[in-house]
């Protein structure tokens, strides 16, 4: 573990990590339930006319957008997880970890099942549908946050205060539970579907919406580096260096809870993308500098929910795996690994 | 100039904290100092005297209940988090997450009050921390993990980043705390130097009184009843301030050695002659813990008394009125001694 953070490994790292970014979105474009061959996906993608007018809708109304919604709820969950971990000073913490997205999920389901299932996030959804959908989920997470926050003031221990998320996490779904007892059959089918997460739920019309939400808090948590650098020293030294500790954790509790609701809404609640991804992110590059490390997550999140929903989409006409069952085979070795090299780890010390 | 050198005081300062319901908990009531510059100022007390709280109080951690902090004049409760940032810096016991930064990075840190949004540093600011990592003696560290570094070498790049941070007024809570004796003595003599070198006013708590005696230009003695007692260290030594600090008679103060003894009680009486003072002083501390009280100067009791005369280390001859028995080693005396218990 000697590796010292030098800017032209950092630069050989980010070249390498966007060459694998281009070829996974190429062939999360290419492979699919239809085989369409490489050179059609990029005559569509050039703007020129398919053999079959069938594989242009496919691509760009179908693939393209799930790519797209892929890549940015990587990046939106990753940077989510790292800055609860950096808040909480716990490498442990991340949003499903700490029921944040089980908090946004109690949000859609308020919404979804109340509403019997008419305002499902299917193709035919109006845009007042899913604005309230996200208001739920946004609502929701932000419930379950502020709560974690204010056992945080009370709870010192980092391990009690992850137990403590655990256990509000399944308040939280049984309260899912007994709401899908009280739904419609509609409501609880078209909620069961979009609890196992899939990225292919965001169409077109949607992505914009989507892409804006996340951006937003993409661009906030950029702006939050130089905060975000001194909490690493813990909150009174970060006071001590001139950081306003209660608008920092304020908005620190927002653009996590925006990141988390927006993709839980939109592709469903995604496990361990927030809690291992900063990791792997962090061992890559050799720092907790967040100037390097905050890039250096959105890419690797990008990178490894691509990476998943390609895996998903590789059965071909068989039909797609749920991501959910994916992302735990990726991202629960990372934390196994992690634990049990703490010792050689340097951040963990 | 005489005044020029106080950066921080206080007139019948109030500290503790708020409890719930709107209930104080007062620790101090009455407490006046002045923290002067180019100093070097110990802050002791017992565990619970309130140490903690008054650093707390003096770095605008928390609020003073009653009376003001005055910071160059300023009313320390006025001044914004940015000026109190870059006038008084503070070194905790906190645990941090900063094992995955360099020693540099770390340092960097403490230039945040001076730097702009995004805290890029310019070239005075790499000059700075250059120049911070060069004053604590850590210049072939800086490209290290701060996880790498053993305790003491991890408290010099606190205290790096302190003085990166360029205040006037630097807060250490127990700097030396966990530490063993060389770092103990290295961490206190650099701030020392630091102290007289960069014109700072330094304030540490600590627990290490036998170098906060030898280092301190001035101690501050916090007692739980009586307040705080602030003066040159010889002056409140040898008026026997430092006596009374720890208020439990188990606990006595040597003023000659400038340290804590517990309490003597014996059941018997000897008399003790040493060629010189180390020897009598190391003879009596073997008596003492073995239930010997020593008289030293003879009186009219004393030829009663066994007698103990000690001409070098390995030359102790004890007389009683049995006879005159010579031992070559304190083990050899002491076996003889719990005999005759």
């Known amino acids: 573990m000697n590796r010292h953070p030098s800017p032209q490994r950092e630069k050989r790292l980010i070249i390498s990590l966007l060459l694998l970014l281009l070829a996974l979105c190429a062939a999360n474009l290419w492979f699919g339930s239809v085989q369409i061959p490489g050179s059609a996906v990029w005559d569509i993608l050039c703007g020129r006319k398919p053999e079959k007018e069938v594989w242009k809708f496919i691509v760009l109304d179908s693939r393209l957008p799930q790519m797209v919604a892929a890549l940015l709820s990587g990046a939106a969950l990753a940077v989510a997880g790292l800055l609860l971990q950096t808040a909480f000073n716990n490498p442990l913490a991340g949003p499903s970890i700490l029921g944040i997205d089980t908090g946004a999920s109690l949000g859609v389901a308020l919404v979804m099942l109340f509403c019997g299932g008419s305002l ?11 604005t309230a959908i996200i208001a739920g989920a946004f609502i929701g997470s932000i419930i379950v946050l502020g709560t974690i926050l204010f056992f945080s003031t009370i709870v010192k221990n980092n391990i009690m205060l992850l137990i403590v998320g655990i256990m509000v996490g399944y308040i ?3 309260v899912i539970s007994l709401l899908n007892y009280f739904a419609t059959a509609e409501g609880v089918h078209s909620y069961t579907i979009w609890g196992m997460g899939n990225f292919s739920g965001v169409t077109g019309d949607q992505l914009p919406y989507f892409a804006l939400s996340v951006s937003a808090g ?59 991804v900063p990791h792997i992110a962090r061992l890559l590059l050799g720092s907790s500098n967040h100037n390097t490390l905050l890039p250096m997550t959105m890419l690797c999140g990008a990178v490894t929910t691509l990476l998943c929903n390609l895996i998903c989409i590789l059965p071909g006409e068989s039909g797609i795996l749920p991501i959910n069952a994916i992302t735990p085979i990726l991202g629960a070795p990372v934390i196994i690994y992690v634990i049990i090299n703490q010792r050689k780890i340097q951040y963990f010390n | 100039m005489e005044k020029e050198t106080a950066i921080l005081s206080a007139q019948q300062l109030g500290i503790g904290y708020k409890t719930s319901h709107r209930g104080m908990k007062e620790v101090h009531g009455n407490l006046s100092f002045v923290l002067q510059r180019g100093e070097l100022t110990c802050l002791l007390g017992a565990n619970g005297s309130g140490k903690s709280t008054l650093l707390r109080t003096l770095s605008a951690s928390q609020p003073p209940l009653s009376g003001e902090v005055l910071l160059e004049g300023n009313t320390l409760s006025t001044l914004s988090e940015r000026e109190i940032s870059r006038k008084i810096g503070v070194v905790l016991t906190d ?16 230039r945040q009050p001076h730097t702009g949004f995004f805290g890029r540093l310019d070239r005075q600011d790499r000059l ?34 302190v003085l990166a941070q360029e205040c006037p007024l630097v807060i250490l809570d127990e700097p030396t705390a966990f530490l063993d004796v060389v770092s103990r003595i290295e961490i206190m003599s650099l701030l020392h130097r630091i102290a007289t070198a960069q014109h700072k006013a330094i304030l540490l708590s600590t627990h290490d009184i036998e170098q906060a005696l030898v280092l301190a230009d001035r101690l501050w003695l916090l007692r739980k009843e009586c307040g705080m007692r602030c003066g040159v260290t010889e002056d409140l030594i ?16 040597d003023r000659a050695h400038g340290s804590y003894y517990p309490s003597v009680q014996w059941e018997k009486e000897i008399v003790v002659e040493a060629t010189d003072e180390t020897l009598l002083h190391w003879t009596i501390n073997a008596l003492n813990r ?30 009683t009125p049995t006879g005159t028995q010579t031992f070559t080693h304190f083990a050899t005396l002491i076996e003889q001694l719990k005999k005759q218990n």
């Open chain 1, 120 to 130: 499902g996030l299917t193709e035919s959804t109006t845009l007042s549908g899913f």
């Open chain 1, 172 to 174: 939280t779904s049984s």
């Open chain 1, 218 to 276: 993409l661009l906030i948590a950029i702006l939050l580096i130089k905060p975000l650098n001194a909490l690493l020293l813990g909150d009174r030294y970060a006071a001590n260096l001139g950081v306003n500790i209660r608008l920092t954790r304020n908005l620190l509790l927002i653009v996590t809870g925006l990141l988390t609701a927006s993709t839980t809404a939109f592709c469903g609640p995604i496990s361990f993308i927030g809690l291992a």
């Open chain 2, 95 to 110: 645990k941090t997450q900063t094992g995955g930064l360099t020693v540099y990075e770390l340092v960097a840190l403490g």
């Open chain 2, 128 to 161: 700075v921390v250059e120049q911070a990592i060069e004053a604590v003696g850590i210049a072939h560290k800086a490209d290290t993990y701060m996880a790498q570094l053993s305790d003491g070498e991890k408290q010099k790049a606190m205290i790096a980043k």
């Open chain 2, 238 to 253: 040898l008026n026997g301030d430092l006596d009374t600090l720890f208020d439990r008679k188990e606990i006595c103060f």
């Open chain 2, 290 to 319: 073995n239930n010997y009280g020593c008289r030293i100067t003879p009186d009219e009791n004393s030829p009663a008394l066994p007698r103990l005369t000690v001409t070098d280390a390995h030359t102790l001859s004890l007389h």
